[in-house]
Every structure is written in C-alpha cells, then in structure tokens.
C-alpha cells in the first residue's frame, strides 16, 4: 500500500511540474492530465486495497509542531469510500480536460490550471486520509483554496469574480466553524489524532457534544452544498471549466458528506434522535429547494449544480435515518440508510460528472450554456447525446441505471422508520419518503427538460447550428462515466457488500449483518422484507425492447412506409419559434410551486403612437431570485457593509494609533488570564 500511495503523490507532484515546466502549451495540458491520471490511479488503487481487505493504512510524516502530532495519514475503509469517489471521477475528467482546456490557450494560464488541477486532487485525496486535525485541516483548506483559484480561470469575467467571492466567504466561514468543533474535542484528548479525539469525545458532556455536532454540521454543510448555506455553489460550479465542475460537483461536495460522518459517526459516535432528525429536515429541505431551481433554470450547468443540492439532500436525507436509528439502537436499519447514502453518492459522483462533462461538450461545441439557444444537436453531437442521455436516465433514477438503485435503496431504508413508536420517529420518516418520492418526479422532470431542450428539435442559433462533435478523447472520458453508471447498477451486490463493510468497520455499527450473499439480488431489508435484481430487471428491459423491435419488424413489414411532413398546425413551414423553450417548458411548474419560488414578472406594452389599438411590441421578463438569498443573506450583508464603513474610522492611518490598539488588546488579554487564573 505505500507504494500505491508514493505512486499517488508521485504523480499528482509530476502533474504540477509538468504544468510549471512544459515548454509548449500543448505539452502544459498533456502532461498535467497524465499527472492527474496516474496519481488518480494510484489513490483508487490504494483506496480499494483498504476497502477490500479491510485493513487500514497510515503512514506518519516529520512531526512539523509537536503540540499539534505532525503530518498523519490513517486511510481506513471509510475514508476509503471517499478516496475511491476522487479516482471515479477525476481519471475520465482529467483525460476530457487535455482536449476541453485547448480553448483557454491564449486566454488565461494553462499552467496556472493544471498546476492548481493536480494540487486540487492531491488535498482532496489527503482529507479522506487525514489522521489528526493539523493534517485535515491543512488538507481541507488546500482543497478550498486551489478550488477557488479553479474557479477564477476566466477572472476576467465579471460573474466569475462574484462566483468566486462568494466562494471563498462560505468555504472560510465553515473552515471557522469545522476547526472549532474538532477543538472542542481536542480540548480533552492526549494529542490531536482522531483516534484519541475518538476517546476523548466518548467523555464530553452531551452539551459540548451537541455544540460540536451543530458547527460540524453547519461547517461540513456549507462544502455539501446544504440549503441555507449553498448560495455559493449555483455560483461556483457553473463559473469553472467544465471537467474541474464535474470535480466540485461530482467529488468535493461529498467531501462535506465524509467530514459529517466523521465527526457525527466515527468520532462522536451517533448522538440523540435529534441529530438523526435535524439531518433528515436539512437534507429535505436540501432537495426539494435544489430540484425546483433545477426546474426553472435556463442556464444548463446552473441546472446541474442546482441538481447536486438535491441529490446531496437525498444523500443527507439517508445519513440523517442513520443516525436516527443508532440512536433507536437498531443497527442493521441504520447501517441500510448509511449503506445506501455511500450508494449514492458513489452514483452521483458518476452520473453527475458525466453530466457536467456532457454540458461541457455542449459549450464546447455551440459556444452557449443557455438552453434556450440550444437545440438540434442530437445530430450534430450524436455520441454526446447519447451519454448525456445515459446521465439524464441515470439521474432521474430509471432503471436499469445506478440512480435508480440507491434511490430504491434509500426507500426502504425509510421504511422501518415509519412503524417506529418512538417518538416523531415515524413523521419524520414518512415525510421523508414523500420527500424523496416528490425530488424524483420532479428531477426526471427538469432532465426531460435538459435533454430535450438542448438535443432535440430544431437549433434556435447560429452556434447551435454550426456545432460540431468533440474531441475523441473527450467522448472517451464521458463514455467512461457513462460505462460505471451501468456497472455500478449491475454490480450492486459487491458494491452494496463492500459499502457495508466499511460502516461495519465503525466502532458504533461493529455489529452490523453484511448483506445476504446473493448472485443478483439485492436484499433492500436485513429481515428480507424487499429485494431487487438490478441485473434482471436489466434483462427483463433487454428482452422487452428487443420483443418490441422483432415485432415491429415481423408485422410491420406488411405495411408499406410512408414518408411525410408533419402538421404544423396550418403553417407551411416550421421555424424553431414554434418549439417548447427552456422556459415555457417549466412554465406550468413554475405556476404550481410560485408560493414557493416566488418568481417576479414584468409585462411591458409599447403601443402605437398614433392609436393604442396598435401593438407594437410585448415584452415579458421573469427572474427568480431565492430567497435565502433575498431574505437571509441580504440582510446580513448590508448589515456587515454598514458595520465596516463604522470601523473603517479606526484605520486612520496613524502609527499611534495602531501602537494603542494593540497595549490596549494586550492589557485586556492579560486581564482576561488573570481572571481566570483567580
């Protein structure tokens, strides 16, 4: 296994160089993509030896301070899981990035991006590995900062700028709180590992232990993309290139996934129901907001990141019926819920990389994320069409895909929560299942309208018109995803075992049942109350529409074919002014959920100058802004902006002045140990 992680190191190190170095711009993309790769490769590697053997890996570097345990590495199969995530994805977009990056040469730094690409990944590798707080932490601020600098790859765009400002707040403001709940918890161990905070936090009062829980939540929620604290991600996702938004999307989200389970599970070891239940109302919350804003969006990478707050709901939904039933005392239940959160969001990180990577091949090509100038480039860009329909397929959960599975999973995960006679148990457990059934409906909904609108039809632009398809390599790296989104479905019994080692490995689910061993079926329920086959619902699909085909060739070729227009409702000829936009298509919706969107419109008439009989244009706009960030963030804002234009009068320039400030915070400073020590 040391091996495998010098090999990762290794090469993400030759990524950056490679990069810095390379003497053309074609070797600067080429030789920061095989950098990615080969140190991707290295960490899947070592995460599935973990994984599979069950035994962890650690590795200890130079003790850099002594009070704070020096540099550790201690990869265990939860960790693992999460290790594993970065390799799914970050091999086929590092591949897609050699050929997507070509169109930023002379534009801004290729250097700058594979540079910051490689250190990207490396600290996103080392959180799922990090054995103390020094190590998480350096890590997990690495992994915010060069996915800041990712996104300011156009910041000669004004969005851009803003994307990444806002960015860089929430990422900080969580960093504050994440570090004060693993000090809280420091406060009382030997040293800093998690091993000893693991002991430590056994010892805590359930006061301290609920306060750790609540940052780490708000901390870890804010990198997942969890509603209130998420405005910066339909900012930040669509802003980066396109392979680096299917890592933010894909991978680094979940990353807040982990640091809950980490904190909430592993180190704390489950808590009171209530945890279970603030989990369960955040991840609700979480997917119903993100899949109506995916529904009213035009803009087709802001769809997609909108749909990563709804699916990290969901994820948070069955981690939050987790931790219920551990605090009910009912493992198997709860290792069923974790079990399938860890499905899905191995399922997401697939579809939904391949789904920025198909978006990105769609800009790539027509030069425009808007949908409403899309159109007709099932013809144009035939194989791109076909993964990004494999990812809309697989992300509306329809079978035989991987979204279908964890997401028939995550339901009956809910189930036992429903005759549960604790209490609340079973309102929350039954509006949690409304909640997942209602994201479905509406997910397939907003990808029926992704798909359609952007590949089907007519082109409604210039650019659509002229899109030609992508790079090989390109198509390459989204057949890739669009394979695993197949495999992880037909493999869900290895996958689903594995998944369950893991949380098995946690001291808190140690007596967790593995799954029945089986060929093809899925037993949803330890009891055996459920149980799928993906891969015979697979075949039974196969054998449906092979039936349908023979069919329609034996008894159809009787028939003579006929070949002719369509009605166009009495017009002659068909312009793309008469298809569904982006827009219309969402209309009704809009409509029906408008109490809960709050949309504003404006309708302005210009008439005749002559004669208000006369018409001479209509104009209708419509805009939704959230209301998090009209009613919460607003707010607090101006309030902020008010309060440092006050204090912006202290900076006056004066050395006296500042030499004041600091006797006077040294006094009280002094003032305040002394006090304590009395």
């Not at 969001?345 to 579809?351: C, D, E, G, I, V």
Request: hydrophobic share 55%.
């Amino acid at each position: 296994m040391s091996l495998l992680f010098w090999l990762m190191l290794a090469g993400y190190g030759l990524g950056v160089a490679g990069a810095l170095l390379a003497p053309t711009a074609g070797a600067v993309r080429r030789s920061s993509a095989l950098g990615a790769i080969v140190g991707s490769a290295g960490g899947t590697a070592l995460a599935l030896s973990v994984l599979l053997t069950g035994m962890p890996w650690s590795w200890r570097g130079p003790a850099l301070l002594s009070v704070a345990d020096g540099f550790a590495i201690e990869l265990d199969p939860l960790g693992s899981v999460f290790l594993l995530l970065v390799g799914l994805v970050a091999i086929p977009s590092a591949l897609y990035g050699a050929a997507y990056s070509r169109h930023y040469e002379g534009r801004h730094s290729l250097r700058w991006l594979g540079a910051m690409l490689n250190l990207f990944l490396l600290t996103m590798s080392l959180v799922a590995g990090a054995g103390n707080v020094l190590t998480f932490a350096l890590m997990w601020e690495g992994m915010s900062l060069t996915s800041y600098f990712l996104v300011l790859t156009t910041s000669d765009e004004r969005e851009t700028v803003a994307a990444g400002t806002w960015y860089v707040a929430m990422t900080h403001a969580g960093l504050a709180c994440i570090i004060a709940a693993l000090l809280i918890v420091a406060t009382g161990a030997a040293s800093t590992s998690f091993g000893d905070l693991r002991t430590a936090a056994a010892a805590m009062s359930p006061a301290a232990r609920n306060a750790v829980f609540l940052l780490a939540l708000v901390g870890f929620g804010s990198k997942a993309g969890l509603v209130p604290v998420h405005v910066w991600l339909p900012r930040a996702h669509p802003a980066a290139p396109s392979h680096v938004s299917a890592l933010m999307s894909g991978v680094m989200i979940k990353m807040g996934v982990y640091g809950i389970l980490r904190v909430g599970l592993d180190l704390l070891g489950g808590g009171p129901a209530w945890w279970g239940m603030l989990l369960i109302g955040a991840g609700a919350l979480s997917a119903v907001v993100g899949v109506l804003y995916a529904l009213m969006e035009d803009d087709l990478k802001r769809l997609l990141a909108y749909s990563s707050i709804e699916n990290v709901g969901l994820i948070v939904i069955g981690i939050g019926a987790g931790f219920l039933f551990v605090s009910l005392r009912s493992i198997p239940a709860a290792v069923l819920a974790l079990s399938a959160a860890l499905y899905h969001s191995l399922n997401h990180a697939a579809f939904k990389g391949l789904l920025f990577l198909g978006a990105g091949s769609v800009l790539h090509a027509a030069h425009t994320r808007d949908m409403n100038r899309l159109g007709g480039l099932i013809a144009r860009l035939p194989w791109t069409a076909a993964f990004f329909l494999v990812g809309s397929l697989s992300i509306a959960a329809l079978p035989p895909f991987n979204g279908f599975v964890s997401e028939w999973l995550l339901f009956q995960s809910l189930l036992p929560g429903v005759t549960s006679s604790a209490k609340l148990v079973a309102p929350f457990s039954t509006l949690a299942i409304g909640i997942v059934a209602l994201t479905a409906g509406l997910a397939a909904a907003a990808f029926v309208k992704a798909f359609g609108i952007t590949f089907l039809a007519m082109p409604r632009s210039d650019d659509a018109r002229h899109a030609r398809e992508v790079p090989l390599t390109m198509r390459t790296s989204m057949g890739a995803l669009a394979v695993a989104c197949v495999a992880l479905s037909l493999a869900a019994v290895p996958v689903r075992a594995a998944l369950t080692g893991a949380l098995s490995a946690q001291p808190v689910l140690a007596a967790a049942p593995m799954p029945p061993a089986g060929p093809v079926v899925v037993v949803a329920s330890p009891a055996g109350v459920a149980g799928m086959s993906p891969l015979l619902v697979a075949i039974g699909l196969a054998i449906l529409v092979a039936g349908v085909w023979v069919g329609a060739r034996v008894f159809g070729a009787r028939r003579r074919v006929r070949v002719s227009a369509t009605w166009g409702c009495g017009r002659v000829v068909q312009t793309p002014r008469m298809e569904y936009t982006s827009t219309a298509f969402a209309e009704p919706l809009r409509r029906v959920f408008a109490e809960l969107i709050r949309p504003t419109q404006d309708l302005s008439i210009a008439f005749h100058p002559q004669s208000e009989y006369f018409v001479r244009s209509i104009t209708y706009r419509s805009a939704i802004v959230p209301w998090f960030e009209r009613y919460l963030y607003a707010p607090i804002i101006a309030g902020l902006t008010r309060w440092a234009i006050r204090v912006r009068a202290l900076q006056s320039g004066s050395a006296h002045a500042y030499l004041t400030y600091m006797v006077i915070a040294l006094i009280g400073l002094l003032s305040l140990i002394l006090l304590r020590q009395s």
